[in-house]
């Protein structure tokens, strides 16, 4: 079951272990890798398409209990503890942490295909201890990415929660061995307790993991329709957050993985009552199941390798897709190459640059 998670100081940022439905499977992994190494639904009638892009990411005013139907296989933020509340003028060493995903059970497989996970590290001049933070999935990365198809529901039924996990310790043989640990900043303990007080806001408002990219095309300049809300994107925004508490970051290269859909300008479909609801579009909905229904989970071999063919031919063939984002489904043209995982350089924050944008 799982529970709320909360970043306030003094309350812990954690999730009580489960492993029965809703786990994530790695067989949507090796799909996602195998469509990126090997580069028509209409538009629905009467929708007028939505011309301001990137789409804004969806924010709540609080974080909803999960649904117990969704577990996860490993426990989320399993060792959370408090943020605690820093000397004003204690000097924090900050970290830029990276290591390759799922390395607990792949090693640097993935490191090689340059897929990454980010976290930021802290440490006490003062005291001498260590901290480790980080933003990713409550169910794993699968439930996050595509639903589950329950035969008593109409609609597809989505695990999807992403939240920020605090805890003391850095372990510093698993971030330097195949990944990153390297100091990008030093800040005073109360621009710490700042960026603690943000992290609860961000945490609470920002509750769902969103995996895709969807630019029209990968040139430079390219119309960028949704963008991702991932790991990544928290030590991002927290390292801007604390660019404009006053921080200044060294002069040193940061790269990201970044997992790309590429499609023409996408067409709003609806979300869950318009579609699947009492009066909804029952063709549409049955479309949109039928597309997801090869990402299902626990799949046999011979199951596995037909559903790869399923979504290679809706993906490339067909070039469909169906996007769901803020609650709302979307679908995308796909166009080549359809879909691409990138490594790319996005600058440390310069000070100056973000005090002259507020």
């Not at 990713?136 to 529901?153: A, D, I, K, S, V």
């Not at 990944?179 to 920002?206: P, R």
Request: aromatic share 18%; hydrophobic share 40%.
């Amino acid at each position: 079951m799982a529970q709320e998670v909360d970043t306030a100081q003094g309350a812990e940022m954690r999730r009580g272990a489960g492993a029965a439905r809703g786990r994530a499977s790695w067989c949507w992994a090796l799909a996602l890798l195998w469509l990126a190494a090997f580069p028509g639904w209409p538009r629905a009638s009467g929708i007028p398409s939505r011309r301001h892009w990137p789409v804004p990411y969806k924010r709540f005013d609080f974080r909803p209990k999960p649904d117990p139907y969704c577990q996860a296989k490993y426990t989320f933020c399993p060792t959370g503890s408090p943020i605690p509340v820093m000397e004003g003028d204690d000097d924090i060493e900050v970290f830029r942490l990276q290591a390759p995903v799922w390395e607990f059970k792949y090693g640097d497989l993935l490191g090689h295909l340059k897929i990454m996970h980010d976290a930021i590290g802290f440490r006490s001049t003062l005291t001498g201890k260590n901290y480790t933070m980080e933003w990713y999935e409550l169910f794993q990365l699968g439930n996050c990415t595509f639903p589950h198809l329950r035969p008593e529901m109409d609609a597809p039924f989505w695990c999807n929660q992403g939240a920020a996990c605090f805890f003391e310790g850095i372990d510093d043989v698993h971030w330097k061995e195949n990944g990153t640990l390297v100091q990008v900043a030093t800040i005073s303990g109360n621009m710490f307790n700042q960026m603690a007080k943000w992290v609860k806001q961000d945490n609470e408002t920002g509750i769902y993991y969103e995996t895709w990219n969807v630019k029209a095309s990968p040139e430079k300049g390219a119309e960028t329709w949704f963008d991702s809300y991932d790991c990544s994107k928290f030590v991002l925004r927290t390292f801007d957050k604390l660019a404009e508490f006053g921080a200044e970051f060294k002069n040193i290269e940061t790269n990201y993985t970044r997992i790309f859909l590429y499609s023409g300008e996408p067409t709003y479909l609806g979300n869950e009552t318009s579609v699947f609801g009492p009066t909804g579009n029952k063709t549409l909905g049955l479309a949109i199941k039928r597309f997801y229904y090869p990402f299902k989970p626990h799949l046999p071999t011979k199951e596995f390798l037909l559903s790869l063919l399923q979504i290679f031919d809706a993906v490339i063939v067909h070039r469909q897709f169906y996007l769901f984002y803020n609650f709302e489904y979307w679908f995308l043209p796909m166009k080549f190459p359809f879909i691409k995982i990138t490594y790319e350089e996005i600058p440390l924050p310069n000070r100056n640059k973000t005090l002259s944008a507020l």
